[in-house]
């Protein structure tokens, strides 16, 4: 794995948040190119500004009620939404792993943009996965997350 194998993870205000019996639907390179059209021949050039990243994690709440450690599926529910709606934080996609990295390779800053609740299919309600929308405020870079997982044995 080149991001590493744990669940994913956010830091705000030095605390951190542990997503466990997660799964992540990433998009790590999200181009924002600008198109440049000439008025006099119509010559079209594409300048890539930068590329942002974009995760969505879910967040099965339903495991959380057989995990003693952890705690229930509604304290998990309470802790996340709505404390963490609209806040800045640093994203690991993989607890294990790096922090996602900005242009400058230091820690990115993400917004949570959005909460949504849904469960695993529309005839078992009791399953329910929360998911959280992580949006970068700056350009990233995936070389500063990469890591490479190879039989338990992290290499740099």
Known sequence: MFFGTGSAKFEINGSTVELYHSTIRPEWSEQNVNKIVSIYDHYTTFDNVGDYSDFWVDINLFKYDT???SGGSADKMEELYPAYLFSKVHFWPHADGNAV??????????????FKHRYIDSENASQDILSIHFVATDYTTITGSLIWVYLDKDIQ
């Open 67 to 69: 995990d003693a450690i």
């Open 101 to 114: 990295s900005g242009s400058d390779t230091s820690a990115s800053v993400f917004f949570v943009k959005e």
